[in-house]
């Protein structure tokens, strides 16, 4: 399956100007035409292509920008022009292409067959030269810190919110290690399959709290807990930003607290992103269920509605919980990380309408209230005492074998 590597580059001064010269120009032409298309402007990407050239006669920097570059921007654009058309016929919110905006760099993709590679350096082409008149920029010599795959697709390249780039690299993982070199032993020996229990089937009740909580066929309980710093981070970050707001903007002051908030948000993200990929990397990888089994988290409503006369303290509590929902959880990202694991450790996913999970007791189905905070479920009805996580896994494996078969995704 297709898979992707992003690996930090090292560039010179002046690459680096290159590449942001490069970014700023595709941006440009992008925010050209989705102002065209907002006015009213019939979408076709064949004429768009064509109307590069005219494009170029009217702001000949263009022609510094390494063309295969450009010619992505339109299929970006046609991109997200379809799949605005997409989501209009079937009736959801429609979201019309935005602006990408300038502080935000704008990803260069670059088709493989044009890159080489030579040692650890990755070459990427600028524009002009030849017959296309001289040449405003030289190519840029990529440093590569890590390997890059073998037999790679294509190449984006990006940066980060503190101004590191880096290039991802798109692969095919059954390519890889097909030639005699001496890696390929060493990556083998990492990918050693597990055993599978061909029966096994384990369900998931995904939380904020608890990550994750399992039930499999053998009665077992699984406790995969999240990320924990989010509380301690998000103080730091609350606390610098509070200082930073309170200097001159622009100021030498202002600008180093602007350094710290960035670093220290990106490490956040980082360590969330790694917990993410450890925990569905757990599941599909390391666990001996064949079938992993979670809820329909379309049907969750997480997020708090903002109350007509709430109290201060309401709200504050508003606040907290749809910031962790919106930034901290992540659960829509974990379930994305989930699916692709899955299929590439030769695991079914299911997905299973989620209902009331949380509200049921396993035992007599009797069904009662559950806030939040309310960690264990109590049955008034049958006595049943156990940890809400788990009476909802218990759920949604039930419910799994209840619903008319077959039992296919
Ligand atoms: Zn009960």
Not at 123 to 129: K, V
Not at 191 to 200: E, I, T, Y
Not at 287 to 308: F, H, Y
Request: aromatic residues 12%.
């Amino acid at each position: 399956m297709l898979l992707c590597k992003k690996i930090k580059i090292e560039v010179s001064q002046q690459d680096a100007e290159a590449l942001e010269f490069m970014q700023a120009k595709c941006r440009g032409l992008y925010n050209w035409w989705v102002m065209r298309l907002r006015n009213g402007e019939r979408w076709n990407l064949k004429r768009a292509k064509k109307s590069l050239r005219e494009s170029k006669h009217y702001d000949p920097e263009l022609r510094c920008v390494y063309g295969k570059l450009l010619a992505e921007v339109y299929y970006r654009l046609d991109g997200a022009m379809q799949a605005f058309f997409r989501r209009v016929k079937a009736g959801e919110k429609a979201g019309f292409p935005r602006f990408k905006p300038r502080h935000q760099f704008f990803t260069l993709c670059y088709p493989a067959m044009y890159l080489e590679v030579q040692g650890n350096a990755l070459i990427l082409p600028t524009g002009g030269g030849g017959n296309w008149g001289p040449k405003r920029y030289q190519n840029i010599v990529a440093h590569l810190t890590e390997e890059p795959p073998d037999h790679f697709h294509e190449v984006a390249a990006s940066r980060d919110a503190r101004g590191n780039y880096y290039c991802s690299f798109v692969y095919d993982d059954a390519e890889q290690g097909k030639d005699d070199t001496g890696k390929t032993d060493k990556r083998q020996k990492k990918r050693k399959q597990r055993p599978l229990r061909a029966d096994g089937i384990v369900t998931f009740d995904l939380g904020i709290k608890m990550l994750a909580t399992g039930y499999n066929d053998q009665g077992r309980f699984y406790h995969i807990g999240g990320f924990k710093g989010y509380r301690w981070h998000n103080k730091q970050l609350d606390k610098i930003r509070s200082k930073r707001d309170k200097c001159k903007k622009k100021s030498r002051r202002y600008l180093h607290l602007s350094r710290v908030y960035k670093r220290v948000a990106e490490k956040k993200r980082r360590k969330q992103r790694d917990c993410l990929h450890k925990a569905s990397h757990l599941i599909a990888g390391t666990l001996a269920e064949r079938a992993v089994v979670i809820g329909d988290l379309s049907q969750r409503q997480m997020v708090m509605k903002k109350q007509e006369d709430e109290t201060p303290k309401e709200r504050r509590k508003r606040q907290i919980r749809n910031r962790l929902v919106y930034n901290d959880w992540g659960l829509y990202s974990f379930v994305q990380m989930l699916a692709y694991k899955c299929l590439r450790f030769g695991k079914e996913l299911f997905i299973v309408n989620e209902r009331d999970t949380t509200k049921m007791c396993h035992v007599c189905k009797r069904k009662k209230n559950m806030p939040l905070w309310q960690r264990t479920y109590r049955c008034e009805n049958c006595g049943l005492v156990m940890d809400r996580d788990e009476n909802s896994a218990v759920n949604i494996y039930e419910r799994f074998f209840a619903r008319p078969g077959p039992h296919t995704s």
